[in-house]
């Protein structure tokens, strides 16, 4: 296995060849399949530098598809431009930093879906590290389309709608969602269909409108949200030590009581500010180290399960397999299997 960054420019305007600079310098074996459709690129791990799936699909009406779902052996820098594209981002399993602007950056590591608007004249580094799992959807659509689907002008859709989709603005804008099981489902499907050709193109074509319909929808008809916690430099340095205590001993955590008395940090703006700048709730942050440290042990040591489960913080191995389990789709006697 590489070790290093691999660094990618990424434009959707040049997606029919620049997703093939995915690998760095390196030339990947790729295919390229052509229906009625559209396009269909489809790259093959090589094993070296990473195991899985990568998917692109372009789409004749402006709608691009891409699907990954693989684990990379080296740290990968996206140079992101996304023009006038507006992303959605449907995501299982993800570990990404995402640099909106210098001074702000957004850590995404729990399963969730989210739109993501940079200014057309703006490059936006996402890094995403070694040996983490990948398992997302992400597709690119036109203004164009929201306003065919919606039936509405952008100018007219509900705020919560119309602040997420505009391109007029300067700011970086990134907003994530909890999955609701209709759209963890799909993307489940969609991440382990196995149909080929036309049948393909056809199906991930359908899936990804109807993926943009209902997060369009559950934004239209969302009530506006609470507004969000504001945060000093002050808070921001605290949450940062909050999450570097939680990685100091997995097995004994403070409680989120005795965290923010840890931290001079009242319990609300503990609980929510952490959500607002990592992506996930403390609780989930937990689960997610727990469960990778746990991944870690299994693959790399002879320790028995009952000794890792205590050290990563479950009292009953019973709990850690059920954990395992629902996270990764394996028991821990399967890791090593």
């Known amino acids: 296995m590489t070790q290093g960054t691999t660094k990618t420019l990424f434009s959707w305007e040049n997606f029919g060849t620049v997703c093939w600079d995915i690998f760095g310098a390196r030339d990947p074996s790729h295919t390229i399949s ?28 402006e709608l691009l598809v891409t699907i990954i779902d693989c684990v990379w052996f080296e740290e990968h820098e996206f140079l992101i431009q996304d023009g006038d594209w507006i992303r959605f981002n449907f995501s299982l399993s993800i570990d990404i930093d995402m640099h909106l602007s210098r001074d702000q950056t957004v850590k995404i590591v729990r399963p969730s879906w989210r739109i993501i608007n940079y200014p057309p004249d703006k490059t936006v580094v996402e890094t995403i590290p070694a040996n983490k799992r990948s398992a997302w959807i992400t597709i690119c659509c036109k203004r164009a389309l929201v306003e065919q689907l919606t039936g509405e002008n952008c100018d007219n859709l509900p705020s919560l709608l119309r602040e997420q989709v505009s391109l007029s603005g300067k700011e970086n804008f990134h907003h994530f969602h909890d999955f609701t099981s209709r759209l963890n489902a799909i993307t489940a499907d969609v991440l382990k269909t196995q149909l080929t050709a036309a049948m393909r193109m056809a199906y991930i074509r359908s899936r990804a409108v109807e993926l943009i319909c209902l997060a369009l929808d559950h934004l239209v008809h969302s009530p506006v949200n609470v507004e969000a916690v504001k945060l000093t430099e002050k808070d921001e340095q605290a949450l940062a030590r909050a999450r570097n205590i939680l990685l100091e001993d997995l097995a004994a955590t403070p409680s989120i009581s005795d965290l923010s008395l840890q931290l ?14 990592y992506g996930c709730s403390v609780s989930e942050f937990l689960q997610s180290q727990r469960l990778e440290e746990g991944k870690r042990l299994l693959q790399h040591t002879d320790m028995a399960i009952s000794d890792i489960s205590l050290q990563i913080g479950y009292q009953h191995q019973s709990s850690f397999t059920a954990a395992m389990k629902k996270y990764y789709g394996l028991t821990p006697k399967q890791f090593r299997g």
């Open 34 to 61: 052509h229906s009625d459709f559209g396009a269909f690129h489809k790259l093959e791990a090589d094993d070296q530098h990473c195991s899985g799936r990568l998917e692109f699909y372009e789409f004749t009406d």
């Open 264 to 277: 001079g940090l009242n319990r609300n703006k503990l609980y929510y500010g952490f959500k607002r700048q």
